[in-house]
């Protein structure tokens, strides 16, 4: 079945449910497990902020960075506790989107599966927001799991 399986996790309330269906899966294909983190730092990209922030911009980075390793390690935690070895990866871009940091990571990795969330946006809310897991359905060269949210 899976040999190498990829999750991505943030801190949202689907966290849980994706990782919780990506051990499951590991651990009954036997396969090894990365847990996936991408920090969103676009917003850091722009010159404005740097001008508005020139302190504060190094200063949230470094919070991001360390809030994530800080989840990261307690989700490969769970995975151990599960029975399953775990490695974890962050991937930082401030121009690239989630999305195309995800699939190069899994390719990089080489990933026959990604395991992501779908939070189940509509109308308005997509709109601003949008998708990273729709983006994955088009440009991911790996097989995709996506785990709905409530």
Known sequence: ??????????ESFMT?????????????SGAKLAICHAVDETIFAHREVEMMLPNSVGKAEYRLRLGA????????????AAGVEAEIRLIESETRHVSDMLADAAAEWQADLLV????????????FVGSVAERLVRKAGTSLLLVRGE
């Not at 079945?1 to 943030?10: E, G, H, L, T």
């Not at 849980?16 to 009954?28: H, P, Q, S, T, W």
């Open 116 to 127: 992501v969330g779908t939070h189940g946006r509509r109308g308005m809310e997509r709109f």
């Open 69 to 80: 390793q800080g989840f990261l390690g307690k989700a490969a935690e769970t995975a151990r």
């Open 1 to 10: 079945m899976y040999k190498r399986i990829m999750v991505a996790v943030d």
């Open 16 to 28: 849980g449910k994706v990782l919780d269906n990506a051990i499951e899966l590991a651990r009954l």
